[in-house]
């Protein structure tokens, strides 16, 4: 999970996959919004190669990458429990503020 973390920590390799997620692409599709040679978007998807969140594969004369949502569902399931803290804090957060609004409203 820290390669994941690692490879997560950077706006580029975000991006890249958020644009995976809408499918596959080469790496001339994946460097065409941003202001990178092929080169760098290259040893981008590297990094997330490396960090099992890519695949790649040969069609022909393209290398097309492909997301995998395996690594990103181990992260989810880790982050549930944090998730279930923040909710119930929230919860709680929001119960006091329904009382406090409740006694500023009340007639004097």
Not at 2 to 8: E, I, K, M, R
Not at 69 to 77: A, F, H, R, Y
Request: avoid cysteine; hydrophobic fraction near 40%; aromatic fraction near 6%.
């Amino acid at each position: 999970m820290s390669a994941t973390f690692a490879a997560l920590a950077d706006p580029t390799r975000r991006a890249l996959l958020d644009r995976l997620s809408r499918g596959d692409a080469s790496i001339g599709e994946l460097a065409e919004p941003f202001d990178l040679t092929t080169r760098a978007i290259s040893k981008h998807v590297a990094v997330l190669e490396s960090a099992g969140l890519v695949t790649r594969s040969r069609d022909a004369q393209k290398r097309p990458s492909h997301i995998r949502i395996e690594p990103l569902v181990d992260i989810d399931l880790w982050l549930q429990s944090y998730r279930r803290l923040w909710t119930g804090r929230f919860a709680r957060l929001s119960t006091e503020l329904e009382k406090q609004q409740e006694q500023d409203n009340e007639p004097s």
